[in-house]
């Protein structure tokens, strides 16, 4: 989740990256426990997702690189965002919404280009 702000401005370059390991929450999918259980943001207040200033945004990006749910995170995110439109805002999935935005442009280009 990045904020709002970091998207109109342009800034926090930062880059979020964490994979599943053999043992996450992503393995284990068939115990009854949602992804949110799992999730490293939990315990943080939802406004750090949405922070306008650079240090926030890089707080929250540096949370999502080590959530072992992230793409979960990030693959409901761009589904609510393709169903309800102009909902891009905040950090999820360790993405900005510009940079679920391009990745969303990137998908439908190699759709196209198929």
């Given at each position: 989740?990045?904020?709002?702000?970091?998207?109109?401005?342009?800034t926090?370059?930062?880059?979020?990256?964490?994979?599943?390991?053999?043992?996450?929450?992503?393995?284990?999918?068939?115990?009854?426990?949602?992804?949110?259980?799992?999730?490293?943001?939990?315990?943080?207040?939802?406004?750090?997702?949405?922070?306008?200033?650079?240090?926030?945004?890089?707080?929250?990006?540096?949370?999502c690189?080590?959530?072992?749910?992230?793409?979960?995170?990030?693959?409901?995110?761009?589904?609510?965002?393709?169903?309800?439109?102009?909902?891009?805002?905040?950090?999820?999935?360790?993405?900005?919404?510009?940079?679920?935005?391009?990745?969303?442009?990137?998908?439908?280009?190699?759709?196209?280009t198929?």
């Amino acid at each position: 989740m990045v904020g709002s702000a970091d998207v109109m401005s342009g800034t926090a370059d930062v880059e979020c990256g964490a994979v599943d390991g053999p043992d996450t929450p992503s393995t284990r999918r068939g115990n009854g426990l949602g992804w949110r259980d799992w999730a490293a943001c939990r315990d943080h207040s939802p406004g750090l997702w949405f922070s306008s200033d650079r240090a926030g945004q890089q707080l929250a990006c540096s949370i999502c690189a080590a959530c072992p749910v992230r793409s979960e995170c990030l693959a409901e995110a761009l589904a609510i965002e393709d169903r309800i439109k102009n909902t891009s805002a905040g950090i999820f999935g360790g993405l900005r919404a510009k940079d679920r935005d391009a990745l969303r442009k990137a998908s439908r280009q190699a759709t196209l280009t198929r």
